[in-house]
């Protein structure tokens, strides 16, 4: 059965801090590795990771991918209050079904 | 921007009845999932859809659920006979190229 795992499962920081979520996979057939921000209901897509050691970026997030070591890092650089969030790393596997984390709760305080 | 839309919002119902979840995927879109979330646990995946049939399903998915694509424009999600533990939130989603975008979820309750 595949497996995502992360790490921490929360974490509480002060505005203006840089956060690192771990995530570590076990899984057959990799298609993809993806980080999802989930807020109060839907998980809203953030990155989708494929190729080893290819940093995707998007403002002042951004996420890399060992496929080596089977682990994936979402870095939060000067949070803000509105980055307070779940964020979800999930495999997606064949037939695109995603097999998800439980998410580390971030919570960022002014 | 379009987006996936689920209906309803919320469900009450009482164990052993009937509820069909429904979900506008994005137009364009050809694959389309359902996960749930039970409080305070990760998302699951129930089912994929392409092509007018399930292409894969999980062990959650068992004969008291099925999906339809009913019209060009809708895809449903049926328990025939809800327990207390199909207490849960449940995601649709519609894929393009290698990304899936989520609804807002239906949160359905089983008293």
């Known amino acids: 059965e595949d497996k995502v795992v992360q790490s921490p499962l929360s974490l509480v920081v002060h505005e203006g801090d840089t956060v690192t979520l771990n995530c570590s996979y076990e899984?057959?057939?990799?298609?993809?590795l993806l980080w999802y921000k989930q807020e109060k209901k839907a998980p809203t897509f953030l990155f989708m990771l494929?190729?080893?050691?290819i940093e995707k970026k998007s403002g002042r997030l951004s996420s890399i991918l060992d496929k080596k070591e089977l682990f994936s890092i979402l870095n939060i650089t000067a949070t803000q209050t509105g980055d307070s969030a779940v964020y979800l790393c999930?495999?997606?596997?064949?037939?695109?079904?995603?097999?998800f984390g439980k998410g580390t709760l971030l919570t960022v305080n002014p | 921007e379009p987006e996936v839309t689920q209906t309803p919002s919320h469900q009450v119902t009482q164990m052993g009845q009937e509820v069909i979840l429904r979900c506008v995927p994005i137009s364009n879109h050809l694959y389309f999932y359902w996960y749930r979330q039970i409080l305070g646990q990760k998302v699951e995946f129930l089912v994929s859809f392409y092509n007018n049939e399930i292409s894969e399903k999980s062990e959650i998915f068992d004969d008291q659920f099925s999906v339809e694509r009913p019209d060009g424009s809708n895809f449903t999600l049926k328990i025939r006979s809800t327990k207390l533990e199909d207490s849960a939130m449940y995601f649709c989603a519609s894929k393009w190229e290698e990304t899936q975008y989520f609804g807002p979820g239906t949160r359905l309750l089983v008293l």
């Open positions: 899984v057959t057939n990799f298609r993809s």
């Open positions: 494929t190729s080893s050691g």
């Open positions: 999930v495999h997606g596997g064949s037939n695109y079904k995603l097999t």
